[in-house]
DNA sequence: CCTCCACTGGAATGTGAGGCGT
DNA sequence: ACGCCTCACATTCCAGTGGAGG
């Protein structure tokens, strides 16, 4: 949490000593943090989750706390602030301990528990080492405990994207911990996830021993994103700016889903394509630029990681939608697309209604849309499939897949 | 107001890959 | 090497759906 040192540059007419556009890039990476009274519109929030860890502060056990939000939502922002506040808070004579961590790095069981156990020992107090790897996990716990016993009263831990996790059963072993009489120390998870379904999906052994409250976080809205990056501003240099920029960024994230990081992404971007532009100062139409490139690689990326199936299922809508004037097609037109396709490739025909499903997955990824309509005694309820983007470039990007190369259109 | 169409979507069940303990 | 368990993906079956049109 150390951001805050600004660039010392030697003098080397290489590299220009400072930049046209940006004075502090930093501000705008993903993982900086703000002061306190740079956190907007979570007040409501931050009061809610200091609550529920109110106890560790007084000594006695934190409550577990499972929060939900979409991405870019203060849910990390809140927890890292509520956790150093609450350091701060502790009365005398009580030590609190807090580790952070992100579980799209540590996936296993074992490397959450021995980076816990790493971050969480100080060799000068307990004269512990704890070795990266090399450890069963059950010696990693051991040595959790013990440097936990040792140091601290009680632990909050925060677990990042819980959800990217294959094993559940930390939340277990860390909530059981304690009643079990392994140590002394009580400890509270604060769990993060972007799904809402995460609870539904964890085994019933690991909801019973894990009690816990739920906190969810609304997306922000179009002003708060905008004070949150005028919060940011010296990370440009002087009247850089022009003074639609960040409004017109904000209105553009508030579209989505309220992601903070989205829009603060779309004004980093901003900056940059200016600076490739020579321009002197970052305007509106830099902003649009930028918006369109994010959006095009978010699409990208969306179909290129999608299942081959899922591929073909999309290559028949873009068919249909390039061959015919209409762009919106019943399930069953675009299953015999599908089919012909798979056929065309020497590919696996999934059912009607595997196929069906995958339709919904893309719609919820936000590459189609589906729409539900009713054509009466002519037969029914119907769903009606349509791409989001031009078909041309969806087809293009699909046929980058080697698999998928093979289709040449009649 | 009732019927009726043809697809929708929930549930049960099957299958194969991968991890775990022995 | 072996069976056991879990998980993701897939199929099969079928009751449910809801507005146009009588």
Not at 2 to 22: A, M, Q, W, Y
């Amino acid at each position: 949490m150390t951001n805050d040192s600004s660039p010392s540059s030697v003098n080397d007419p290489l590299f220009e000593s400072g930049h046209r556009i940006f004075a502090n890039k930093d501000l705008l990476k993903i993982g900086h943090v703000p002061d306190a009274n740079r956190i907007v519109g979570r007040d409501e929030e931050i009061s809610k989750l200091a609550n529920r860890l109110n106890g560790a502060v007084h000594g006695y056990a934190p409550e577990n706390v499972i929060i939900y939000g979409k991405t870019g939502t203060g849910k990390s922002l809140v927890s890292k602030h509520v956790c150093q506040r609450a350091q701060n808070a502790a009365q005398d004579g009580v030590d609190i301990g807090t580790a952070y961590i992100d579980c799209a790095e540590d996936k296993t069981e074992t490397q959450v528990i021995s980076s816990l156990a790493s971050k969480l020992n100080d060799k000068h107090i307990t004269g512990i080492a704890v070795p990266h790897t090399g450890l069963s996990t059950s010696k990693y716990y051991k040595l959790l405990w013990k440097a936990l016993d040792v140091q601290f009263d009680s632990v909050i831990i925060i677990l990042d994207e819980i959800d990217l996790m294959n094993d559940d059963s930390v939340l277990m072993k860390l909530s059981r911990a304690e009643e079990a009489g392994k140590i002394e120390c009580s400890i509270g998870v604060i769990a993060i996830s972007n799904k809402i379904q995460y609870v539904d999906n964890v085994n019933e052994r690991v909801k019973s021993s894990f009690q816990h409250k739920e906190l969810f976080f609304k997306p922000y809205d179009a002003n708060q994103l905008r004070e949150i990056m005028f919060n940011r501003e010296d990370a440009f240099q002087d009247g850089v700016l022009t003074e639609d920029v960040i409004p017109l960024s904000a209105a553009f994230a508030a579209q989505e889903h309220g992601d903070a990081r989205k829009a603060i992404d779309i004004l980093r971007h901003a900056g940059e394509v200016a600076y490739e532009a020579d321009a002197g100062q970052v305007k509106e139409e830099h902003v649009r630029q930028a918006q369109q490139h994010a959006e095009k690689d978010r699409f990208r990326e969306l179909v290129n990681g999608a299942p081959t199936q899922a591929k073909a299922a999309l290559l028949a809508l873009t068919e249909l939608s390039i061959i015919s004037n209409d762009d919106a097609f019943l399930t069953g037109r675009v299953y015999d697309q599908y089919e012909r396709i798979c056929n065309h490739l020497d590919m696996d025909i999934l059912s009607v209604r595997r196929f069906r499903d995958i339709l919904k997955e893309q719609a919820f990824l936000g590459v189609v849309e589906i729409e539900k309509i009713n054509k009466g005694s002519a037969g029914g309820i119907h769903l009606e499939n349509r791409l989001i983007e031009d078909p041309l470039v969806v087809r293009e990007t699909i046929l980058e897949d080697g698999r998928m190369q093979d289709w040449i259109r009649e």
